[in-house]
């Protein structure tokens, strides 16, 4: 691979798979759209998008996309999720619908729609892994991790509210998750940070 400018596949079975293609060719990597398995052998990382993580979890099965991606995620692919992505990614779910399933690979606890419905869905500026200046996050029907393990790095919580503390960034090795959507904010430093992380790994 390039490793100054990595294929990065966005999950394209549902979700803000345009904006998340968008981003990262801002901030400098090359895209591909993932819906099928021979897809995922070619792409150096992969963004797992916001969306219904119940549709998505059974789309990917539909599309016999499960095994492989639990396969290069295994063997170290880096990721990011976000929202339902986040879900995607973590070991254990709370509140789970039945039958649902997760990729996994991150040591973490998830709580689904946990800041509420639809209509709870609000934005708030949080501060992020020591950065100088804080993030804008756009919470939608928004997870939050309800645990996390020992060799999980918490990047953010939220402040304020009935949810004052509660965990909404993480990262484990080549893992990366957030509960919010930084694709729709305009602000690329969480995806930039992704992308320098495929870098690091290649």
Known sequence: MSTASPLVGV???????????GVLKAVG???????RPEEIARVDALV??????????????????QGPLRE???????????????????????DAARDQQTLGGLDITVRRNA???????FEQDIWYAGWPEPL???FIRAPWVEEAGESVEVLAR???????????????GSLLATSFHPEVTGDVRVHAQFVEMVRMVS
């Open 11 to 21: 999950l394209a079975v549902q979700g803000d798979v345009r904006e998340h293609l």
């Open 136 to 138: 804008r996050a756009v």
């Open 158 to 172: 939220v402040s304020g509210g009935r949810a004052e503390g509660r965990i909404v960034a993480v990262r484990q």
């Open 72 to 94: 290069r995620l295994a063997a170290g692919m880096p990721a990011y999720g976000s929202c339902a992505g986040m879900i995607l990614l973590a070991d254990r779910v709370t």
């Open 48 to 65: 797992i998008p916001g969306g219904e993580s119940t549709t998505i979890d059974k789309l990917v099965r539909a599309f016999e996309l």
């Open 29 to 35: 990597a090359r895209t591909l759209a993932v819906r």
């Open 115 to 121: 800041f509420g419905r639809q209509i709870d869905s």
